[in-house]
């Protein structure tokens, strides 16, 4: 049970149907200030990488991660992750290995998830909803890697804001065919076919296994966006 005053009590309360105390409110507003601040620090465009922290190192997931990282650090991108192990260390990992900029957005939770050694800019967040504005707010776009809640969370959650017109000019790649495939079936055969989406919803994902297209599909949407010629 969390102690009272925690970070995961605070949070209760706030969920919770009851009065919300003013101090509450401004410790939420001052983590969305500094999570504000590091974001102004990235000094080019970004994307941000999600992924399972579950993934081991030499695992194909790991290695395709790592991969990403390195090619969006060579096309001229920060890499953004939350900042722990698993498929975003891979990430930051491959940043580093590009001569990137790294960036690691992670959060406080009651098993302590450990930060990873291959950030440039790191900021633990004590609240989920100020630390997932922030991977929107720093990226051009999100690589989605196999994950568990969390992974599926962020990615519904850029989804629904590109397709409200929230967030514009925002692709999101799903890495890993095998493990997104009937994701996609299944959206197709039930909210497509159902009437719950529209067939352009769907023409927000890219699917794809090669790091390449992965990559390609971000820094290219970036570019048409502002008309840059292609190095």
């Not at 809640?149 to 095998?178: M, N, S, Y």
């Amino acid at each position: 049970m969390s102690e009272p005053g925690s970070t995961h009590e605070l949070d209760r309360r706030v969920f919770r149907r009851e009065p919300t105390p003013v101090a509450d409110v401004s410790l939420i507003a001052s983590e969305f200030l500094a999570g504000f601040e590091a974001v102004d620090r990235i000094d080019r465009p970004a994307v941000s990488i999600f992924g399972s922290s579950r993934v081991a190192e030499g695992s194909p997931a790991y290695a395709a991660a790592r991969k990403v990282g390195q090619c969006f650090a060579e096309a001229g991108f920060a890499v953004v992750t939350g900042g722990g192990p698993g498929v975003m260390e891979a990430a930051n990992r491959g940043a580093k290995d590009g001569g990137g900029l790294s960036v690691g957005f992670n959060i406080r939770l009651p098993h302590e998830q450990a930060g990873n050694p291959y950030c440039d800019i790191a900021l633990t967040f004590k609240h989920f909803y100020a630390r997932k504005t922030m991977f929107v707010k720093a990226a051009e776009g999100f690589v989605v890697f196999p994950g568990g809640f969390g992974t599926l969370d962020e990615l519904f959650e850029a989804l629904t804001l590109t397709q409200t017109g929230k967030i514009e000019h925002f692709p999101t790649v799903l890495f890993d065919r095998d493990y997104w495939g009937e994701l996609l079936d299944w959206a197709r055969v039930r909210l497509l076919a159902d009437g719950m989406i529209s067939a352009s919803d769907l023409e927000l994902l890219t699917l794809t296994d090669d790091p390449a297209e992965a990559v390609g599909a971000i820094v290219g949407a970036y570019r048409e966006q502002r008309l840059e010629p292609a190095r």
